[in-house]
C-alpha cells in the first residue's frame, strides 16, 4: 500500500523555522519527482515547490524563493522541506505529493505561523 | 508567475452535467502544460482526477471526464451525486514550475 505521511509542522513564531518530512513508503521512491503543496485556512490550494527523482532539480513558488529548501533522502524514503524566516502568510496544511501523474497525496501536516 | 482561473462556484443538481473550465493568463492552455483536475474535500488529502488533460486516473469514476476545450482545459461531470460535492483545481505546468487555479466550488442541489 503507497503510503505518504508528512510530519514536523506546528506553531513557530515569524521569523521562525521548521523542518518538514514525508515518509514515503509502498512504492519505488526514487523513480519519481516529489512535491510540496499547501492549503492556507479557508484559501485554495498552492504548489510550492518541487524536486527531480535524483534531487539535481528544484523549483519553487516565488513567495518562497530563498527561504524553502526541498530535499530527499532517497536512501531512506524521505522528502524534506526546509522553512526559514517563516511569515504569517505560511500558515497552512502541508501536503506531500508524489507519483507519475501525482498519484499519492498525503494526509498533511499542519504549519502555524503566529506570535 | 502565470495566473490560472476558474469559475469561482458552480451548482449542479443531482444526475445533472456541468463543465468546469480552467484558462491561463499567458494564452491558450495546451497539452505541453501537463493539465491536471484535483478533487480537494474538507479534512482529505487533494485527489488526482484528470492528468494529461484527457486522462482518468484508475480510480476516477467514469461520469468525470476531461478535454481542452477553445483555449481552455476543462472538467465536465456527466451524472452528478452528491459525493462529487467538493472544491476542484486545475494546476497546469508553466516554465517557472507549476501553478494551480483558483478552485471551483461545486455544490450538488
Known amino acids: 500500500e503507497v503510503q505518504l505521511v508528512e510530519s514536523g509542522g506546528g506553531l513557530v513564531q515569524p521569523g521562525g523555522s521548521l523542518r518538514l518530512s514525508c515518509a514515503a513508503s509502498g512504492f519505488t521512491f526514487s523513480n519519481y519527482w516529489m512535491t510540496w503543496v499547501r492549503q492556507a485556512p479557508g484559501k485554495g490550494l498552492e504548489w510550492v515547490a518541487n524536486i527531480k527523482q535524483d534531487g539535481s532539480e528544484k523549483y519553487y513558488v516565488d513567495s518562497v524563493k530563498g527561504r524553502f529548501t526541498i530535499s530527499r533522502d532517497n536512501a531512506n524514503n524521505f522528502l524534506n522541506l526546509q522553512m526559514n524566516s517563516l511569515r504569517a502568510e505560511d500558515t497552512a496544511m502541508y501536503y506531500c505529493?508524489?507519483?507519475?501523474?501525482?498519484?499519492?497525496w498525503g494526509q498533511g501536516t499542519l504549519v502555524t505561523v503566529s506570535s | 508567475q502565470a495566473v490560472v482561473t476558474q469559475e469561482p462556484s458552480l451548482t449542479v443538481s443531482p444526475g445533472g452535467t456541468v463543465t468546469l473550465t480552467c484558462g491561463s493568463s499567458t494564452g491558450a492552455v495546451t497539452s505541453g502544460q501537463y493539465p491536471y483536475w484535483l478533487q480537494k474535500k474538507p479534512g482529505q488529502a487533494p485527489r488526482t482526477l484528470i492528468y494529461d488533460a484527457t486522462y482518468r486516473q484508475s480510480w476516477t469514476p467514469a461520469r468525470f471526464s476531461g478535454s481542452l476545450l477553445g483555449g481552455k482545459v476543462a472538467l465536465t461531470l456527466s451524472g452528478a451525486q452528491p459525493e462529487d460535492e467538493a472544491e476542484y483545481y486545475c494546476l497546469l505546468l508553466f516554465s517557472g514550475g507549476w501553478v494551480f487555479g483558483g478552485g471551483t466550488k461545486l455544490t450538488v442541489l
Open positions: 505529493g508524489s507519483g507519475s501523474h501525482y498519484d499519492y
